[in-house]
C-alpha cells in the first residue's frame, strides 16, 4: 500500500518511522511519503492561507497549493495501480472513523491524507480532489484537535496494522476490542499471585471450554458496563 500525507508539519509523522510500521517500510509492505504542502507554493513567504470571504475568524488554506500538491501526488494512480486514490480529508465535521473503516481502509492501493490546519481548507478543494479520486471526510470523534496531523497518524496506523504481514501474528488482530463489535476480554501473566490479587481460577484450569466462555462473559460485562451504545439492545446479549 502507497499512503501520502500532504501536511504543513511534515515531522509530526516521523514517529510513524517507529516499531511495527517502521518495519512495515523497511520491508516494503508500506510506501509512505510524508510531503510538505509549502513545496507547491510560489511565493517568497510560502503561503498557504488567507482570509475568509464573509469574515469571520481566522485563516482558511488557499486552494491552489492543494491543487497543485493534490495533482503531482493523486492523479497517476489510476495508471500505477488500476484504482482511483481514495482522498481522506481529516475532519471533526466528517464521518466518524471506526475499526470498520480501518478495514475497509487496508484494502486500497493508495491513500492520500490532506492535513487541514487553521479554519479549514477553500471549500472548492473537496470538489476538485472528487475529480481525480474518492473522497473521505473522516473525524476521530467527537472533539477538536488543532489539525489534522494526530488524527491522520492516528488513522495510518489503525489502518497499516490490518495491511496482511505488517502483525506478525495475525491471530493478534482477531481478539481485539472492536473486532468482533464488543471490547476484549481482561489479560493476565504470571505470578499467578500478585499484591492480593490472584488471577480468575479459570485461567489456570487448562479447561479450554471454560476459558472461552468466561472470556466471552468478561466481554460482554465490560462491554455493557463501559460501552453500552456497542450493543445491539439491552436485551440482546
Ligand atoms: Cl480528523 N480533525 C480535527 N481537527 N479535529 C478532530 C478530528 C479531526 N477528529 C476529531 N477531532
Known amino acids: 500500500m502507497r499512503i501520502d500525507v500532504i501536511s504543513i508539519f511534515p515531522s509530526y509523522f516521523d514517529g510513524l518511522t517507529l516499531s511495527l510500521l517502521g518495519k512495515a517500510q523497511h ?18 513567504h510560502r503561503t498557504v492561507d488567507d482570509t475568509p470571504y464573509g469574515g ?17 501526488v493523486a492523479t497517476s494512480t ?5 484504482q482511483r486514490p481514495t482522498i481522506i480529508f481529516p475532519s471533526p465535521a466528517g464521518e466518524v472513523f471506526t475499526q470498520a473503516t480501518a478495514r475497509d481502509l487496508s ?7 490532506g492535513c487541514g490546519r487553521y479554519e479549514g481548507i477553500d ?4 470538489e476538485y480532489a472528487a475529480s481525480i479520486g474518492e473522497v473521505r471526510l473522516i473525524s476521530l470523534g467527537d472533539y477538536v484537535l488543532n489539525g489534522g496531523e494526530v488524527a491522520t497518524m492516528a488513522m495510518i496506523e489503525a489502518i497499516g496494522r490490518l495491511i496482511p504481514g505488517v502483525v506478525g501474528n495475525p491471530e493478534s488482530l482477531v481478539e481485539e476490542s472492536h473486532e468482533d463489535g464488543l471490547l476484549e476480554y481482561p489479560s493476565y501473566t504470571k505470578p499467578s499471585n500478585w ?7 479459570v485461567l489456570l484450569s487448562g479447561n479450554h471450554a471454560a476459558i472461552a466462555a468466561w472470556r466471552r462473559e468478561q466481554q460482554i460485562e465490560r462491554t455493557r458496563r463501559r460501552r453500552p451504545d456497542l450493543l445491539p439492545e439491552e436485551t440482546a446479549l
Open 123 to 126: 471549500e472548492r478543494v473537496f
Open 107 to 113: 484494502t486500497r492501493e493508495h491513500i492520500v491524507f
Open 56 to 72: 469571520g475568524a481566522g485563516m482558511v488554506m488557499k486552494p491552489e497549493p492543494w491543487g497543485e500538491a493534490l495533482d503531482d
Open 78 to 82: 489510476v495508471e500505477a495501480t488500476g
Open 195 to 201: 499484591r492480593d490479587q490472584p488471577v480468575p481460577p
Open 27 to 44: 520491508s516494503g509492505i508500506l510506501d509512505l511519503r510524508v510531503r510538505d504542502l509549502r513545496d507547491w507554493t510560489h511565493d517568497r
